[in-house]
């Protein structure tokens, strides 16, 4: 069974443009989050959605946003990049919604800002 | 919000010892724990997960204990395997994983000797 699959893999992006990173969660799995990673961290969480609603948010600025469609897949958005976004950016699916359901964490995509 | 402390933060065993790593969170309300493996280039993979209402929790070489009282965690890997070498994280949920996400530790890096 395919797990969680992230894309673009790496992405190089220069200071003040836009990047959209996509996820597709395990089939059947209905909720995705997304989390940050810089090197040398934990993940730290930025949002999550189930049923295409938006459920949680973590402290991140308004540059960061997210959807998700009809499919259970999502994307992640974040405007006028910053030096500090550079981090692997992690997808995570579950189930549901809630800490009933565990987390299956994604490859990840590699944002490198210059 | 919820803060969670992991120590140490490198641990190195020889190979068929045991290893143990410790965590303590500050939320009271916190009730999942789930422990995850991130090797180089990957995604986390959940290992183990136990919830408020077990103390200790066991799945062949790996074992988790949870104490609520004390607001503190630890795994526990038993005959290590070179295999087992990797950065590990544990992580806690307050509300249900959801609205808050998972908190995650900063990390242990595991390393084992031959």
């Known amino acids: 069974d395919a797990g969680v699959t992230q894309s673009p893999t790496h992405l190089i992006k220069t200071r003040g443009q836009q990047v959209t990173l996509r996820c597709s969660p395990i089939s059947g799995h209905k909720s995705v989050s997304w989390y940050q990673q810089v090197l040398g961290q934990g993940p730290q969480f930025i949002f999550q959605?189930?049923?295409?609603?938006?459920?949680g948010r973590g402290n991140f600025p308004d540059r960061f946003s997210a959807r998700q469609f009809p499919n259970y897949s999502s994307e992640l958005n974040v405007n006028a990049l910053l030096l500090g976004d550079s981090a692997l950016y992690l997808c995570a699916s579950s189930f549901g919604f809630g800490n009933a359901y565990e987390q299956y964490f994604g490859p990840g995509t590699r944002l490198t800002v210059t | 919000g919820e803060n969670v402390e992991q120590h140490p933060s490198t641990l190195s065993v020889q190979e068929g010892d045991s290893a143990v790593i410790k965590c303590t969170y500050s939320?009271?309300?916190?009730?999942?724990f789930p422990w995850y493996k991130q090797e180089l280039g990957k995604g986390p993979q959940l290992i183990i997960d136990i919830r408020s209402n077990v103390g200790e929790k066991k799945d062949q070489r790996i074992a988790v204990t949870l104490n609520k009282t004390a607001k503190h965690f630890s795994l526990h890997i038993t005959e290590t395997q070179p295999e087992d070498s990797a950065v590990y994280f544990c992580a806690a949920s307050v509300s249900g994983g959801g609205a808050d996400g998972l908190t995650f530790g900063k990390g242990t890096h595991l390393i084992i000797q031959p």
């Open positions: 939320d009271s309300a916190s009730n999942y």
């Open positions: 959605y189930y049923e295409k609603e938006e459920r």
